[in-house]
């Protein structure tokens, strides 16, 4: 089955196969491991050593950008959230539930947010001591760009939590340039095309250490994490985790390497997305957002009528695709993932698999 859902992704036999083997956390051929992994997710985020710091969680995305949230802005604190889909709707709602002010600055889900529009909003909200902007839109397939973003944070004195849950390793992030961001968040299962089991934030080691107290949580507490971190070394973990999920993603960086790092994959990704857009206008379907704000990540389509996505689903299984069961955007759609361990032959694939799927459907848009 190709897996293009985008989340889990697809990966590749070596990266599946690490994980067949029994291993314990606390052994000490352990430490010097998951330190070393440390250090090479911290080098992808173009973070400092001495000034950044990697500090995992063994938890769903969801829930370590709750631990961010908590670790940055204390209990009644107010963050303002760009909403211009479901993830920063997601991200307002972790926030409220954590007990903090979320200010929404509303976005059309089909362009990203601008520098002028952050400055504006942080200038109406001077309660507002941070940011929190989703990278990649996963619920439409635009991008917020936090090289635009982040010097308009900066300029306002303000500071920033990015979630590149669906960006790290494929889109840019040079965090030595960006003092504004205190932590990015990802998982071990999207761009860097590991398991999942783990996720990551690369965060600021001063802003951390001074967030002590604020997360109202010991589980979701990034300062604790940072505090075992100085404590008991880099090889520690608080608590016993999926930690072979750790050895699949420590496999599937030297996959990243191999492939060049991030700008090769990033290449790939484009040409993927870039494939599924123009193979499914071809079809006769109609693309949710212009081609100049279609992100290299996820590409979504409205769904024509009389469409039933979980029929177009079952279809599209039996000739051995998969894509996400429910959409994410504001109007009705379906999208496919970009990402993962595929190429262009896997979207020649999708798309036949996508016309043949309509034929049976009695869909067919083709004029
Ligand atoms: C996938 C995704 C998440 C959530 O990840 P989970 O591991 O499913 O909790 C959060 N934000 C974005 C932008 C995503 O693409």
């Known amino acids: 089955m190709l897996l293009l859902t985008p989340g889990p992704v697809q990966t590749h036999p070596s990266v599946r196969a690490a994980m067949a083997e029994d291993i314990a956390p606390w052994d000490s051929a352990f430490r010097p491991f998951y330190t070393r992994l440390r250090d090479r997710i911290r080098a992808i985020a173009g973070g400092v050593e001495g000034v950044h710091v990697t500090l995992p969680l063994q938890v769903a995305g969801h829930m370590i950008m709750e631990a961010a949230i908590r670790t940055y802005v204390p209990a009644g604190g107010a963050l303002l959230v760009p909403v211009n889909g479901q993830y920063a709707g997601r991200a307002v709602k972790l926030g409220r539930l954590a007990g903090r002010v979320v200010v929404e600055l509303e976005v059309p889900d089909t362009r990203g947010v601008t520098a002028g529009e952050i400055s504006a909003a942080l200038a109406a909200h001077p309660e507002c001591s941070h940011v929190a902007m989703i990278y990649s839109e996963t619920g439409s397939g635009i991008v917020n760009d936090p090289a635009v973003i982040g010097p308009a944070v900066r300029a306002a004195g303000r500071r920033m939590i990015v979630d590149a849950v669906s960006a790290f390793g494929a889109l840019p992030l040079d965090l030595s340039r960006q003092p504004e961001i205190d932590a990015v968040i990802f998982t071990s299962n999207k761009c860097l095309e590991g398991l999942p089991g783990f996720s ?3 965060a600021r ?5 001074a967030a002590s107290g604020n997360a109202g949580s010991w589980s979701l507490d990034l300062s604790d994490v940072l505090a075992n971190t100085n404590t008991n070394g880099p090889g520690s973990l608080r608590f016993t985790g999926p930690v072979q999920s750790l050895r699949a993603l420590d496999v599937a960086l030297d996959r990243f390497d191999a492939e060049g790092g991030r700008e090769p994959r990033l290449a790939r990704y484009r040409a993927n997305a ?3 857009y123009r193979g499914l206008k071809a079809l006769g379907l109609k693309p949710y957002v212009e081609e100049a704000e279609q992100g290299p990540i996820v590409v979504t389509f409205h769904q024509p009528a009389g469409f039933v996505l979980a029929d177009f689903c079952e279809a599209l299984k ?6 996400s069961s429910y959409y994410t955007s504001t109007q009705p759609s379906f999208r496919i993932g970009a990402i993962g361990d595929v190429g262009a032959a896997d979207m020649h694939k999708c798309i036949a698999a996508v016309g043949a799927a309509l034929d049976e459907l009695g869909l067919s848009q083709a004029a």
Do not use: C, N
């Open 318 to 323: 039996r000739h051995d695709v998969m894509i």
């Open 274 to 276: 870039d494939i599924l």
């Open 200 to 202: 990551f934030a690369v």
């Open 205 to 209: 080691i001063d802003t951390t250490e």
